[in-house]
């Protein structure tokens, strides 16, 4: 199955691949579908464990401290 009528042989750029397709870039598939979840986590009632865990001070768990390093910071400097 080709795309585009591409063979792997041919040297094409990733960029020109997604033009002629189309398709955005992961990252900002990504994003967006992040950003998506967390719009239905805020619409969540406080009581919802999910809508909770934002607002988690996860600095005095040493287990977590990974998790605000990568996933929760994300999310911060997303929404600014």
Do not use: F
């Amino acid at each position: 199955m080709r795309l585009l009528g591409i063979k792997w042989y041919d040297k094409i750029s990733n960029a020109k691949v997604r033009k002629g397709t189309g398709m955005a870039k992961l990252e900002e598939i990504v994003k967006e579908r992040r950003l998506r979840w967390l719009g239905h986590v805020i619409r969540m009632e406080d009581c919802r464990i999910p809508n909770q865990a934002l607002n988690w001070n996860l600095s005095s768990m040493k287990t977590m401290e990974k998790l605000e390093g990568h996933y929760l910071k994300g999310h911060r400097i997303e929404l600014g």
